[in-house]
């Protein structure tokens, strides 16, 4: 047993998401969103080092000396996987744990709408996951993915930095690759995966222009593309794609997008009024309508769109939060932080008389 197990086996047994390692701090956990200090003196570089040392894999300590971060996963038998993030900081070196559980969740275990089994039906297309970091998109993902692998017939490759839920091919071929061990990119990766006789592929994170325009380009090929970014509603996802090409490329790109869009799940994590946590879910699929919006840059209209497309599965951020409110399944406070469209949603809750408690700075 390395020394660090203890440490990852309490963060399980507490229902822990994170777990934090700073030189000059004792160690800290996330519990349900909100941070908890362990009981434990604070940690020496050289603690540091004897908790870090055994399990940071061959040749990646040198490197990460050299660039001051690196990312790797851990596997801790009867606990799972884990996310590993080492990094330098002002009083030394630091880390951070995501645990990734061993068992992949299935859309109806993770209380996600039935309507997303319809992304994991899809044969062709770009279909994103966003979120801000610690929203579940992985987890969500990787629910899409083990439901087409128990479904369907397809050859999946992922592209993962580092890889987090493995695995194991059922009705799918499953191949899996990791930044830095296996390839040196995700755009490099992508580009390979196009010649590999692919049905479905997943890529961890659209970081750049160059991994955008890959993505965008697999999808075109009829290729299922799954990716994720870090936004918060679905019409702030085509501007940030669109975004990244230069000005005079944007009107080509958005004709693509257009094409071969044909999702977005975006995802916010919320605070249960009675303890834990639960996604607050945003839902849009390809329409006309959709198409229109992307195409004619008006992605202002995506939102209206999404509220008038019950028929076809869809419902916005606020919508779901209003539900969530309505069912006291969170507080106002806590939804009103995540809305959206904050006039309107002040609107719905005073029309519900609904008293809304705002933080002093928040006026």
Known sequence: MNKIDRFLKLMNDKGASDLHLSVGSPPVLRVYGDLERLRYKAISQTDYENLMGPIVPKGIWAAFVKAGEYDFAYHLEGVGRFRVNIFKQEK?????????PDHILSLEELGLPAQIEKYAMMDQGL????????????????????HINENKKFHIITIEDPIEFVHQSKKSLITQRE?????????DALRAAIREDPDCILVGEMRDLETISTALHAAETG???FATLHTNS??????????????????????VLSHVLRGIVSQQLLKRTEGGRIAAIELLFSSSAVANAVREGK???INSVIQTGKKQGMYSMDQCLMEFVMSKIVFPEEAYEKSIDKETFKAFLKEHNIELKLRAFEG
């Open 92 to 100: 030394g070196m630091g880390a951070t744990f995501r645990i990734i």
């Open 234 to 255: 679905a019409a702030k996802s085509i501007d940030r794609i669109i975004g990244v090409f230069p000005a005079d490329e944007q009107e080509e790109i958005r004709i």
């Open 127 to 146: 279909i994103l996951t966003t979120g801000p970091t610690g929203s579940g998109k992985s987890t969500t993902l990787a629910a899409i993915i083990n």
């Open 223 to 225: 290729i299922l593309v």
């Open 179 to 187: 930044l830095g061990q296996h390839t040196t990119s995700f755009a």
């Open 299 to 301: 992605t202002a209209m």
